[in-house]
């Protein structure tokens, strides 16, 4: 069974314009429970002056099933952020670090030694209260602002990364602003699984580009991975400009099960989901499983 | 350098319900060369009753420049097309089989041997006259009307195909309705690499379900390939239900130019026809290039 974290009530609402209210977010948690999601990235402790969608946190995490075999993560950029998510009774905490500087300060205020002195106190925060801990290394595949980063910018601060304690249990490499290519996937898969030890990998990727879906195959390619998606193919980041749109869940659930890949996840329901956030949230779904129908096309 | 050949005047304004004139498709071809497209599917000989928007083939045919090193094909269904593309000065005669009798029958009239029959007189008639000839066997991946296809009903095709006089000089494997994934890619190819000889492998996507990218990035992976791609991303098929969309050449060129694989093509000259496309000519543009900005971002 292929590992996938739903991360649309995260990276998939974070960005959006338009106000989610906090019931429309747990019922959108339930929707994807019932699709068989049972890992899912629920909320962002951050700044709400900065992430007003994600302002409802504490809410979100008080309000969502607990009996239903899932585990919930919340992303934290701060010690701060880690207090709340253990507080708020997360599963997982999964800290994001940016890979360059420059975009470490315009997101973060700090640069790389900083935001990993800083993973090092807030993975202590969580593990100390039983969390899971994942590293999430933003613009791994590339910067808004320094441009390409290179491999060897990565390998190295996964390998300082790793070096702290607590190390992750799990590493995520992002590509934030959806500029990767499959050849990226390998070469960096290649640069840090020696690394990893017993932390799992994981890549986390938007199709701003169109290559989202390839990435993810490649990424599958290379090893046990674990992947991220968002229902719908919502999502975005909003401190890198123009990134829009997740991998969808619905469309890469498809591409898995037809080349006989099990999810354990409905791509069906997630199809319903992707149209109930299409036509009642109206937000902006770029998965196509919805509209352009499933196949072979159920009988009628 | 990578073979790509450029279907946006065929496949993708043969299913647009808004009129192209051909004064527009003839600057679209000029545009695609200056871009770099030297090997052009430019138009298809069918009943202009069935693919209105194909009505002017002889007069695109009489328009495009022949100075410019580029190679123009044409598509056609039967002797008719055939011998209309040959008397048009068509470099390449492209004959397209159905992998199912019932889409054959809904497409062309016509059944497997039917088909293979009609292609052998084809390609005779081209051949005769200098043509190269590409056999593509549509709904490789699947079909509207049966559902999956298995990899046998297309190796066995491919084998008979292969057998006739005369051999094309290229087989191509198209997922007509957009539902073939990655692990397809890999089955089908393993299964008629054997059978070539001297013929070439090439494959047609569509992104209907997000899978197309992925779907090109496998097919390069079985060895010496020639793809298909749209600019724009614009194209479908008038007799298969809701498959809109070939793969964007700019969105491919991106991956491949990133992945360190020339393709002679210029990706921001491509973006640039996607944004022509979009705003001159109103087509529904599903590249992501022209609205997403290229990587790393130009200087301005």
Known sequence: MHPIVEVSPRDGLQNQPRPVDTRAKLELIDRLIAAGARRIEATSFVNPKRVPQMADADAVMAGVPRDAGVRYAALAANVRGATRAVAAGADELNVVVLATDTFGERNQGAHREQMLETYAQAAAIARADGLAVTLT????FGCPFEGEVPVETVRSLVEDALALAPAPDELCLADTIGVG??????????????????????FHFHNTRNTGYANAVAALATGPVVLDASAGGIGGCPFAPRATGNIATEDLVYLL????????????????????????????????????????????
């Open 257 to 300: 099960d037809r080349s006989g890949v099990p999810t354990g996840l409905d791509r069906a329901a997630l199809a319903s989901v992707a149209e109930w956030m299409r036509d009642e949230l109206e937000l902006p779904v770029t998965g196509q499983l919805a509209a352009a129908g499933d196949f072979p096309a159920v009988a009628v």
């Open 137 to 140: 290394v933003g613009a791994s």
């Open 181 to 202: 290519v499959p050849a990226q996937v390998l070469e960096l898969a290649a640069a840090v699984r020696p690394l990893l030890g017993d932390s799992a990998l994981r």
